[in-house]
C-alpha cells in the first residue's frame, strides 16, 4: 500500500491531474470521432475546428504531466528527495494555469498559434515557466553527475531538450523567422520532432529505471545497450525531424538518416523491454504484475509502430500517405500504444497496485483496450489508404464520394474508440478508487 505521506507528495498530484486530463482527452477524441460519422454536428458552437485542438491537446498535457510526475517521483526514489518541492508546486500551478486557459481559449474559439499549439501564444508564457522551474528542479537534484545511470542522463537531456524546442517553435513570432516559408516550415516541424523526442527521453528513461527496479538489479542502467539508446535518442531530438519535411525541398539525405535513427531507436527499447521480460523469475513477475503487463502491451505497439514507420519512411510510399489517416494512425498508434501505455506501467508501480481484485480489473482493460485500439488503428490506416488512393488516382472523382466511401470504416473508428475511451476512463477510475480506499485504511 502506498504510505499516506507519500500520497501528498507532490508528484502524486502530477499524476492525478495528468489521469484527469486523460479522461478529457478521449472524452473529447470520441466526439471529435462522432463528427466524422455525423458531419456538421455541432458546426455552430462546438466544430471540429474546436474539439480536435481541444482533444490532442489534452491528450498532450496527459503525456507531459505524467511524466514529470513520474520523473520526479523517480527521482526522489533515486535520490532520497527532489530539490525543492515548492519549486514542483509552483511548476504544477503554472502548468494548471497555463493548460485550463489553453483549453478555455479553444472552447470560447480564441486560437492565434500553429498547427498543435492553436492557442493564442500569450499563453505559452505559463506554460515556458512550469518547464523552466521543472528543468530547474531535475538539475539541482542531480548532486554529482560523476557515473550516473543512464535515466539520470535522460531525463537531464530530455528536459533541456524538450525546454529548447518550446522556445524553438515560436520562433515564428519574429518576423525574420517568418520570411521564408521554406525555413519557417523546416523549424516549425523540427521544434515538434524535438518536443516529441524529449518527452520520450523522459519517458523512456522511466522505463530503463523501472526495469531495474522490478528486477532489483542495475543490469539496463550503466548496460551498453541503454546508453546506446541515450545516445541514438539525442541524435533523434537533433533530426528526427527530417521525416516530416518530406514534402519539403530540403536535402534528402537528412531525411533518411534521421528516419533511420528514429527507428533504430524504437527498435532498441523494444529489445531491451522484450530481453527484461524474458530475464524475470516468476516471482518478481507476478508481485509486478500490472506494470510488467503494461510494458508488454507498449513493446507489441513498439512492433506495430515500427512497422507502419518502416512503411511510411519510403518515399514513394510517404508521398502517398501525407496528409491521408495513415499519419493519424501512426501519431496515435505511437502516444496511445507507447507514450499511453508506459505512462500507465509507472503509474500502477508508483500507486503500488497489487490486490488481486484491482489488479484483475485493470488487466481487464488493458486487454479490451489493447484489442480496440488494434481495431482503430487499422480503421484509420485502411481509411488512409483509400484516401491516398483518390488522393492520387482520382482527383477528379467528387470529394463528398471518397469520404461517403469511408464510412464504414469510420463507423469501425469510431466504435472501438469509444471502447478504447471507456477502458481509459475505467482504468483511472480504479486507481483514484484504490488509492482512495488505500488512504482511507492507513488513516
Ligand atoms: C490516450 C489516448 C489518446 C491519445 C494520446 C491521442 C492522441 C492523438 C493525437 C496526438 C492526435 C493528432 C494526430 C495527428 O494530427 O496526426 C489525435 C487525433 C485524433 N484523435 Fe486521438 N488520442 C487518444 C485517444 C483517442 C480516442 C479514444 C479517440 C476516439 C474515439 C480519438 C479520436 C481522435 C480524432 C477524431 C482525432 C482527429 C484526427 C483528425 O484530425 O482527422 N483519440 N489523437
Given at each position: 500500500m ?6 501528498k507528495?507532490?508528484?502524486?498530484q502530477?499524476?492525478n491531474t495528468?489521469?484527469?486530463f486523460?479522461v478529457?482527452a478521449?472524452s473529447f477524441?470520441v466526439l471529435?470521432?462522432?463528427?466524422y460519422i455525423i458531419?456538421?454536428?455541432?458546426r455552430d458552437?462546438?466544430s471540429f ?5 481541444l482533444?490532442?491537446?489534452?491528450a498532450v498535457f496527459?503525456?507531459l504531466i ?12 533515486v535520490?532520497n528527495s527532489?530539490?525543492?518541492r ?13 493548460m485550463?486557459s489553453?483549453l478555455?481559449s479553444?472552447i ?5 498559434g500553429?498547427?498543435y499549439w ?13 518547464w523552466?522551474?521543472f ?6 537534484s ?5 557515473r550516473?545511470?543512464v535515466y539520470?542522463w ?7 531538450y524538450?525546454l ?13 523567422f517568418r520570411?521564408?516559408i ?6 516549425q516541424?523540427?521544434s515538434y520532432g524535438?518536443m ?6 523522459l519517458?523512456?528513461?522511466s522505463?530503463?529505471y523501472?526495469?531495474d527496479?522490478i ?8 548496460s551498453?545497450?541503454?546508453f546506446?539508446?541515450?545516445f541514438?535518442?539525442?541524435?533523434n531530438?537533433?533530426f ?5 519535411i ?5 536535402p534528402k539525405?537528412?531525411q533518411?538518416?534521421s528516419?533511420?535513427v528514429s ?5 532498441i527499447?523494444?529489445?531491451i523491454?522484450?530481453?527484461w ?5 516468476t516471482?518478481?513477475k507476478y508481485?509486478n504484475?500490472l ?8 513493446d507489441?505497439?513498439?512492433?506495430l509502430t515500427?512497422?507502419?514507420a518502416?512503411?511510411?519512411s519510403?518515399?514513394s510510399i510517404n508521398?502517398?500517405t501525407?496528409g491521408?489517416?495513415?499519419t493519424?494512425?501512426?501519431t496515435?498508434g ?6 499511453t501505455?508506459?505512462l500507465l506501467a509507472y503509474?500502477t508501480?508508483i500507486?503500488?497496485?497489487?490486490k488481486?481484485?484491482?489488479?484483475r480489473r485493470?488487466?481487464t482493460?488493458l486487454h ?13 490506416i ?5 484516401k491516398?488512393?483518390?488522393q492520387m488516382?482520382h482527383?477528379?472523382e467528387a470529394?463528398?464520394i471518397m469520404m ?6 469510420f ?8 471502447i478504447?475511451?471507456?477502458?481509459f476512463?475505467?482504468l ?11 488512504e482511507?485504511?492507513?488513516e
Open positions: 502506498v504510505p499516506l505521506k507519500d500520497k507528495e507532490v508528484s502524486f502530477f499524476i495528468g489521469l484527469i486523460l478529457v478521449v477524441g471529435g470521432a462522432l463528427q458531419t456538421g454536428l455541432f458552437n462546438f475546428a474546436k474539439v480536435r485542438p482533444h490532442v491537446s489534452s496527459w503525456i505524467t511524466s514529470c510526475g513520474v520523473v520526479l517521483y523517480y527521482m526522489k526514489e535520490m527532489i530539490w525543492s515548492s519549486l514542483a508546486r509552483w511548476q504544477l500551478i503554472f502548468f494548471l494555469i497555463a485550463i489553453i478555455c479553444y470560447l474559439g480564441i486560437f492565434g500553429r498547427e492553436e492557442f493564442p501564444p500569450v499563453l505559452a508564457i505559463p506554460f515556458l515557466f512550469a523552466i522551474l528543468t530547474i528542479n531535475v538539475f539541482k542531480v548532486r554529482i553527475y560523476r550516473q545511470p539520470i535522460m531525463w537531464l537531456t530530455g528536459a533541456v524538450f529548447f524546442s518550446f522556445l524553438e517553435s515560436y520562433l515564428w513570432l519574429i518576423p525574420n520570411a521564408n521554406v525555413s519557417d516550415m523546416t523549424i516541424w523540427k524535438s516529441v523526442g524529449g518527452w520520450n527521453m519517458i523512456y528513461g522505463s530503463i523501472l526495469m527496479k528486477s532489483g538489479t542495475k543490469q539496463y542502467s550503466y551498453k545497450i541503454a546506446l539508446l541515450y541514438l535518442g539525442l541524435f531530438l537533433m528526427n525531424w527530417g521525416h516530416h518530406y514534402t519539403l525541398p530540403t539525405f537528412i533518411y538518416i528516419y533511420l527507428m533504430t531507436e524504437l527498435l527499447l523494444g529489445r523491454i522484450y530481453n521480460r524474458a530475464s524475470l523469475n516471482a518478481t508481485y504484475i506494470p510488467f503487463r503494461f510494458l508488454f502491451a507498449a507489441i505497439w513498439i512492433f515500427l512497422l507502419l518502416i512503411g511510411m519510403i518515399p508521398a502517398y501525407h491521408t489517416h495513415i493519424v494512425g501512426h496515435m505511437a502516444t496511445i500504444g507507447i507514450n501505455f508506459l503509474v508501480d500507486f503500488k497496485i497489487h488481486p481484485k484491482a489488479v485493470i488487466s482493460c479490451i483496450a489493447l484489442v480496440s485500439l488494434f481495431v482503430f488503428w487499422i480503421s484509420l485502411i481509411a488512409g489508404v483509400i491516398a488512393d483518390w488516382h482527383p477528379d470529394f463528398s461517403y466511401n469511408l464510412r464504414p470504416y463507423i469501425t473508428f469510431f466504435i472501438s474508440g469509444t478504447l475511451a471507456t477502458c476512463i475505467i483511472v477510475l480504479f486507481v483514484f478508487k484504490y488509492s482512495y480506499q488505500t482511507n485504511n492507513n
